[in-house]
């Protein structure tokens, strides 16, 4: 599915939001403009306060009064709420009386509607490991304590590559063996109007679809290859799942706005309950490969030293001799232990 298609859910089709770059204006000139305005109103509004006093022309100094009043005191000081500053990698989304209004973009001193509001859901929210995201719960307590105000100062969003450390789960592989497994999730926002307003906080979203699309990749592999190349497994075919699971996360978060540049296992592990019999049977394995290649090297150093004792003839051996040769030779190379010689000192026979 391409990027900012319309989807189907059940009977009903979901439109994406639009995302709508504002114009950006001075907000350096804007704010020397008012400040040069507020100060101008505060004079009228002395020099009416002078005309009344003095008992000038009363008409005139309650223009002065009023005017005065009304800008250099309110509507002046209201204009700055519309002066915003954006650090590079930076985005506003901004809201007009419930409306969205635009997204103002990159880095700079600005000036927009006063009346706009900037809206973040996620703002405070730390996605670097999936414990991190704060609960409802822990979010209702730090409102009713005060604490959440330092959180909602800051409604910016983030424009930058950013990581999301999956804690450890306990997964079962395709062969139904637990596991132990951990990834790290590479994520941007690229389009702020679905991140903000299509999904109640982006990145709790991406927290959960991550664990959703971890389960549903490691199901398709079991950890390790049973002695065949060709299966595929988590530990043998780490790139392979690595691009696998990257796919199905950003299928899942298509809908926020966000776009997945890489996905890593950074943890993998039989679970503790059968990590032990694993680790046996691993152990048998390799065992078993090394007595292998030991039989294949002592069948070859048998043949050779039978092969060179007829060339150089040097002792003349019947099939009972070379049986009992080829015995005695295998049993010296296959060993695992030194072998002990027994010194003859009478006849061969």
């Known amino acids: 599915m391409a990027f ?14 639009e995302e709508k770059i504002l114009y950006k204006k001075n907000g350096m000139a804007c704010m020397v403009s008012n400040i040069l305005a507020v100060l101008a109103c505060c004079a009228a509004f002395a020099y009416g306060i002078v005309l009344f006093v003095n008992g000038g ?3 005139r100094a309650t223009v002065l009064v009023v005017v005065g009043a009304l800008y250099g005191f309110a509507a002046g000081p209201f204009f700055f709420f519309g002066l915003k500053v954006l650090k590079p990698n930076e985005a506003l989304v901004l809201t007009l009386f419930g409306k969205y209004y635009g997204t103002l973009e990159g880095p700079g001193f600005f000036f927009v509607n006063p009346f706009c509001t ?12 999936t414990g991190a995201v704060k609960s409802q719960t822990e979010t209702a307590l730090a409102t009713a304590t005060g604490l959440s105000g330092l959180n909602r100062v800051n409604k910016t969003i983030s424009l930058k590559t950013m990581t999301l450390n999956n804690d450890r789960q306990k997964i079962n592989d395709l062969l139904g063996n637990p596991i132990i497994i951990s990834i790290v999730v590479i994520w941007k926002v690229i389009d702020t109007a679905k991140a903000v307003f299509d999904v109640d ?3 709790e979203f991406l927290s959960v679809q991550c664990d959703s699309a971890l389960r549903n990749i490691v199901r398709l592999y079991p950890y390790d290859s049973a002695g065949s190349d060709n299966e595929k497994s988590l530990r043998g075919s780490s790139k392979e799942v690595a691009e696998k699971l990257c796919d199905e996360i950003q299928s899942k978060v298509d809908v926020a706005g966000l776009e997945i540049v890489e996905a890593r296992i950074t943890h993998l592990s039989y679970s503790e309950e059968i990590a032990a019999a694993m680790l046996q ?18 069948v070859g150093m048998v043949e050779l030293a039978l092969e060179r004792l007829g060339e150089k003839d040097i002792v003349k051996l019947d099939e009972e001799r070379k049986a009992a040769m080829v015995s005695n030779l295998l049993v010296v190379l296959c060993g695992s232990r030194d072998a002990q010689p027994v010194v003859n000192s009478g006849s061969l026979y």
Do not use: F, H, L
């Open 4 to 17: 900012g298609e319309n989807i189907v859910y059940g009977e009903k089709i979901y439109k994406p939001s």
């Open 118 to 129: 900037a809206v973040n859901p996620a703002a405070g929210v730390t996605s670097t490991t």
């Open 57 to 59: 022309d009363t008409i």
């Open 201 to 203: 906080n982006y990145k």
């Open 281 to 298: 049977r691993q152990q048998a394995s390799a065992i078993i490969d090394a007595k292998k290649m030991i039989v294949q090297g002592a």
